[in-house]
């Protein structure tokens, strides 16, 4: 979802109306190559979020918070003593190229006001951010560029800030009409004309191109309709910012209506940086849950396996164990007819007295053995036997429990929204022993804050969601009272649900059912149609000694079906 010409055009007259004279209280960089600026503008606190991290390059306002590391990197501490206490002067899109700049009234070291400027380059492998003194020398940049890596165009500290070489053809927003349908024409006589427009009319994205081919249906004359009419947007300002979703979830963002994608639906923004905001997000809780939550999941699946296989193992020889019965049947067989075997054989005829018919019975002897001795190797293995029925009984049921709470942390890791609620399973893992503390000896990792998912629900209720085990554990077993009701999903893995009830309040049908849904929701069952939620009240939750985060047993409890909510 890279920031196309027209889009940046769009954000750039956003930003500018909305941040002119906005003064820069703090800067960040909670990661490599982007920097959030806090900001004090007319309508009020907001945070303004530069980056140039690769793919996920954009400048927009935010909402979104982030975890900022102890020591800020040094392009941190240069804008900081830069721009830190200036002023936002403008926010302009050069030439109309995929870049922004920021211009800033701050101080030199002498003092004196002076115009500087921030430029966010949005081109792919070559995004970067650079910071310009008011001669335009470069103070500072995310990425340094040397002469051997671009002859054309070095970006150093030092030297003199230059725009990106253009490419010769025609810019789409400066294209009269005869141009237009020009470019239409030569785009529809292409074999792929969707590929074949933005090389026609720079400034038009691959992207839009899809979208404006579709719409013209193979009409020259309804192809330049639509560039005009996009061009005529651009240029007056009256392009909207508009969210493209396959399956309720943001997967891209256009600043036209998206009508080519068959299985995806648009929802209208109340802003560019919103558009902008709510697509980055998601496309950064998905990146994690493929990066350092996958780690977290490989971990868990090997865990699992090997869990698996040890239960699979010891259910084999417990079934073994189980047939213990003819050992002793066997050797008391042996020690009734000890006047009837010799030793030296390896076979044993005996009648069997404790069966019914006494039929004959056929018995393997160690010849090396008398009767005797291998009657009391049998008693001895059957003890053996008896004894590891007891202990195999014990731990595949231990077994069980730690297989059924690993696949509670599996679902955890598959409901991970954001870096934190990652970092709590890990500890969790941490100290349940699947990984290594990677923290110092002897220093304790710091405990997550306590941030349940909250839910506003009929009459004025609320439910409380555990966002991973440790924090269901928290919720029911010390944060909630005990008069409280208790949700969960029935027989899989799922997130506590706690509805406060206070002042002698008791919940209605309508907030059972409510916050049962949120329940089935944030389970392992939520793709289903219809989910059985058990409820109860907080003190019909016991926790068993020693059971892991969030594994608890739960009594005199109700049942209600209901479908998972939509959120």
């Not at 490599?32 to 900001?39: D, I, K, Q, T």
């Not at 005869?178 to 074999?191: K, P």
């Not at 007056?236 to 639906?265: K, N, Y």
């Not at 799922?494 to 509805?499: E, F, M, R």
Request: one cysteine or more; charged letters at 30%.
């Amino acid at each position: 979802m890279p920031l196309d010409s027209l889009t940046l055009g769009a954000l750039a007259r956003e930003l500018d109306a909305a941040l002119a004279q906005a003064r820069v209280d703090k800067i960040y960089m909670p990661r490599p190559g982007e920097a959030v600026f806090h900001l004090r503008a007319e309508s009020g606190a907001c945070r303004l979020l530069v980056s140039a991290a690769g793919a996920a390059g954009r400048a927009h306002l935010t909402g979104q918070r982030a975890e900022n590391p102890e020591t800020p990197p040094m392009l941190c501490m240069l804008l900081r003593k830069h721009l830190a206490g200036g002023r936002i002067l403008s926010v302009t899109q050069p030439e109309e190229e995929r870049m922004l700049r920021f211009a800033f009234s701050a101080t030199d070291e002498m003092g004196e006001r002076v115009e500087k400027a921030l430029v966010c380059e949005l081109m792919g492998r070559r995004t970067n951010l650079i910071l310009l003194g008011g001669d335009g020398t470069v103070l500072a940049c995310f990425k340094k560029v040397d002469a051997e890596m671009s002859p054309d165009r070095p970006v150093l500290p030092g030297l003199k800030y230059r725009m990106p070489p253009r490419r010769e053809m025609i810019r789409f927003l400066h294209a009269d009409e005869a141009a237009l349908h020009e470019a239409a024409r030569q785009a529809l006589a292409a074999d792929e004309p969707d590929r074949a427009l933005p090389g026609l009319l720079e400034g038009l994205s691959p992207f839009l191109s899809r979208e404006l081919t579709y719409r013209a249906r193979g009409d020259v004359q309804r192809l330049a309709g639509e560039l005009a009419d996009l061009q005529a947007r651009a240029r007056e300002g009256r392009l909207e910012p508009w969210v493209v979703r396959r399956g309720g979830q943001p997967v891209d963002f256009s600043c036209m209506p998206i009508t080519h994608l068959p299985d995806a639906e648009c929802e209208k923004m109340p802003s560019f940086s919103e558009m902008l905001d709510l697509c980055f997000a998601e496309k950064a809780r998905r990146e994690l849950q493929k990066t350092v939550a996958s780690d977290l999941q490989k971990t868990v699946a090997n865990a699992v396996g090997r869990l698996e296989r040890k239960l699979g193992s010891q259910k084999q020889e417990l079934s073994e164990a189980e047939g213990r019965e003819k050992l002793k049947h066997d050797a008391d067989l042996i020690t009734a007819n000890l006047h009837a075997i010799r030793s030296g054989e390896k076979q044993a005829r005996v009648v069997d007295y404790f069966t019914e018919g006494m039929p004959e019975a056929v018995i393997d002897l160690d010849p090396d053995l008398s009767p005797q001795q291998n009657a009391q190797r049998m008693y001895k293995k059957y003890a053996r036997m008896k004894n590891a029925e007891l202990k195999l009984r014990e731990q595949i049921e231990k077994g069980e429990r730690e297989l059924e709470y690993l696949k509670t942390v599996a679902y955890s890791l598959t409901q991970a929204q954001s870096a934190r609620d990652v970092e709590g399973v890990r500890q969790e893992l941490s100290e349940a022993g699947y990984l290594k503390n990677r923290r110092d000896k002897g220093k304790k990792p710091k405990p997550q804050a306590f941030a349940p998912r909250r839910f506003d629900l009929p009459d004025g209720f609320e439910a409380l969601c555990g966002r991973s085990n440790t924090e269901n554990d928290e919720l029911t077993m010390r944060r909630a009272q005990k008069n409280d009701l208790w949700l969960h999903v029935r027989g899989a893995p799922g997130s506590h649900v706690i509805v406060p009830l206070r002042d002698g309040r008791e919940p209605t049908p309508a907030v059972i059912e409510g916050a049962a849904a949120i329940a089935a929701r944030f389970s392992s069952l939520s793709a289903q149609p219809r989910v059985p939620v058990d409820y109860t009240r907080v003190r019909h939750v016991k926790k068993p000694q020693g059971a892991r985060p969030g594994m608890v047993n739960y009594f005199q409890y109700q049942t209600v079906l209901v479908a998972p909510a939509q959120l």
